[in-house]
């Protein structure tokens, strides 16, 4: 199976996203948080499981068995710019970016303090460089919080992503 098609599914990504925060669950503690049937859940572990994204655990009771993202197949240190630009991370990107923006209708409530924000941006390379630090200074303090809030039992659980990505191949 390609890396590509196993993000091809809005559960698979939400399932991503929920053991990111996590570290580690149980099928059932997904199928609970996600809202959704456990065998569907299963299924769409093996996908990923087959497609590398995340690794499988056997717990100490045989029938217990725990995912965890693979670290280094989603989160790589030295990252390959060959690979960053390849057709498969392209895609993947864009397969992501549709998923959110099929959220947008249900997910944004101004009320409530959560929404969605996409669109396309004219910048010069140092904005770009500029914007660029600056998220990445943002996520890490987003992160910090959320793995206090997880230790300590606080907060719900959010999606958060951005992507600041060239939007035509001629602008790489």
Sequence with gaps: MSRL???SHPLRLQILLVLDVLDEARTSDLASELGAAANKVSYHLSILEAGGFINKRVGADARETWWSVDEEKMNPPQPDPA???SEDSRAASYAILEYLRSLVPDVTDEEKNQFVMLG???LTPDQRKDLANRLSELYDEIRGLSDTNRLSGDGALYALGAQLLPARP???
Aim: hydrophobic share 40%; aromatic share 8%.
């Design 83 to 85: 690979e960053r630009d």
């Design 120 to 122: 396309v941006v004219f």
């Design 170 to 172: 001629d602008q790489r």
């Design 5 to 7: 098609k196993a993000l």
